[in-house]
């Protein structure tokens, strides 16, 4: 199944209003709250924090190329060994303040943001069609967003709507290319739903297997944030028919 082409201009407008919902939360935090730890291990709100500034710098920074663009799959698989020379970078760097570096990478973000630099982009780890480049930009600030959620959930960053539904289609397609199918339907409403995983073919009507579950959890379980086994014991997975676990396949990025 190919992977959907995003628009680039409703994208950018998706990281913009995230980006700023998040802005607009920092400023409701108190000293105690910056050093709280968060679900991800040796992370704190400051580590997110400056992890997100950082997003939005590389945002800034993009440049047009013409060099043949990766595709968001194989981009994303180039994340999880880095994670560490990411964690280790954002505790270099705690001392900032971060809510100015965020203000600031924020201001030059939307500069660009406001018109798009090109068609292909040279991101951190590769070139990218923009669309796509800026679509990884709302995986950061979603899934850290809900991250810092956890973190405080007495008052959790806004999840926007838009920027959510860009994170969640593009995991979703992420599945679909890694194991291309049509034997199992996984939609994650009112977002996405992908056919996927190699099987008996059906040639009419809805696959034999269907999984459902809500944009959250999907984030989750496609970060690593939760286990296949987690969602299902508490109910957040609707899972019928042959082929209907997930586990081999997750997390799709961490």
């Known amino acids: ?5 995003p628009d680039p201009v409703r994208v950018a407008g998706a990281v913009r209003e995230q980006a700023e919902a998040i802005a607009d939360w920092l400023g409701i935090l108190d000293e105690a709250d910056w050093s709280r730890p968060s679900p991800l291990p040796e992370w704190t709100v400051t580590h997110l924090v400056l992890h997100l500034a950082q997003a939005l710098r590389t945002i800034a920074e993009a440049r047009p190329t013409t060099a043949s663009p990766l595709t968001a799959e194989t981009y994303l698989a180039t994340l999880p060994p880095a994670a560490a020379e990411i964690r280790d ?6 001392a900032s303040d971060p809510v100015r570096s965020y203000a600031t990478q924020l201001e030059r973000a939307n500069s660009v943001l406001e018109k798009l630099p090109g068609d292909v982009v040279q991101a951190p780890r590769g070139p990218l069609r923009t669309a796509d480049f800026l679509a990884t930009r709302a995986l950061e600030l979603v899934v850290h967003a809900d991250d810092l959620g956890r973190t405080l959930p007495d008052s959790p960053p806004p999840l926007r709507r838009s920027a959510t539904a860009v994170t969640v289609r ?3 397609d992420v599945l679909a290319t890694r ?12 977002h996405a739903a992908v056919q996927c995983i190699p099987g008996p073919r059906h040639t009419r009507g809805t696959p034999p297997t269907v999984i459902e579950t809500d944009p959250v959890t999907w984030l989750r379980l496609a970060t690593g944030r939760v286990t296949w086994a987690e969602a299902l014991e508490v109910g957040r997975v609707s899972a019928s028919g042959e082929r209907s676990d997930l586990s081999v396949y997750l997390p799709l990025v961490s």
């Not at 199944?1 to 082409?5: E, I």
């Not at 970078?89 to 705690?94: G, I, L, P, Q, T």
């Open 1 to 5: 199944m190919a992977a959907r082409r």
């Open 170 to 172: 593009m995991l979703a």
């Open 89 to 94: 970078r954002e505790r270099a760097s705690e």
């Open 179 to 190: 194991a291309p199918g049509r034997s199992v339907e996984v939609r994650i409403p009112p």
